[in-house]
């Protein structure tokens, strides 16, 4: 059985910097491919940004140069570093981890961005 677990998330101001953590845990042997989802009210989920077992990165076009996703010294935990928010970036913010080529998610994280 494989946890995933996300924190972070809130309220803040377009312009603003939030960051996403997230870790996966259980029946995990190896580093895995992790990644960010998001899902706004009326819209389906979407990619926000991924990290394979390797460390290569993707972004979605709306997040690039303003969103980063790195891991941790526990290499199956990933954080989402937010920059520039704005009202449209509004959605749950979901992790992600595919072990064994099953994808495990996790409860997901409100973020919105409002003045």
């Known amino acids: 059985q494989v946890q995933v677990a996300e924190s972070g998330g809130g309220l803040v101001q377009p312009g603003e910097s939030l960051s996403l953590s997230c870790t996966a845990s259980?029946?995990?042997?190896?580093?895995?491919?992790m990644g960010w989802h998001r899902q706004a009210p009326g819209k389906e989920r979407e990619l926000v940004a991924g990290i394979t077992s390797g460390g290569m990165t993707n972004y979605a076009d709306s997040v690039k140069g303003r969103f980063t996703i790195s891991r941790g010294n526990d290499r199956n935990t990933v954080y989402l570093q937010m920059n520039g928010l704005k009202p449209e970036d509004t959605a749950v913010y979901y992790c992600?981890?595919?072990?064994?080529?099953?994808?495990?998610w996790g409860q997901g994280t409100q973020v919105t961005v409002s003045s």
């Open positions: 259980g029946r995990i042997f190896s580093t895995v491919a």
């Open positions: 992600n981890a595919l072990v064994t080529g099953e994808r495990y």
